[in-house]
């Protein structure tokens, strides 16, 4: 079993940057591929982004793609998802998520609000 956290969510104006973390406890995230999916209001859960367990490969969904990027740093135990020129569209729920096959995640953090205003 590994825990997952997410913090950094809030409110940002469109066109600013924001940070989210997602600290792992119970195993160590160089076990798992990590990522992030989040979930807007009325709609399905939605792929961000993922990171192999060496942190050599990183997938990126197209609706984000040059704007976000994902990254982990084992020795602290933490998978980040910087995203840059946010827009009123990415507001969501953000979830951390970890997984041992692609694409399938097997844990999951209790997401974090992320709110984009224009």
């Known amino acids: 079993q590994v825990r997952l956290v997410e913090s950094g969510g809030g409110l940002v104006q469109a066109g600013g940057s924001q940070r989210l973390s997602c600290a792992a406890s119970?195993?160590?995230?160089?076990?798992?591929?990590m990522g992030w999916v989040r979930q807007a209001p009325g709609k399905e859960r939605e792929f961000v982004a993922a990171?192999?367990?060496?942190?050599?490969?990183?997938s990126h969904a197209d609706s984000v793609l040059g704007r976000f990027t994902i990254s982990r740093d084992s020795a602290k135990n933490t998978v980040y998802l910087e995203m840059n020129r946010l827009k009123p569209e990415d507001t969501a729920v953000y979830y951390c998520a970890a997984g041992t096959t692609a694409p399938d995640f097997d844990f999951w953090g209790q997401g974090t609000q992320v709110t984009v205003s224009s």
């Open positions: 990171i192999s367990r060496n942190g050599v490969f990183r």
């Open positions: 119970g195993r160590t995230v160089a076990n798992y591929r």
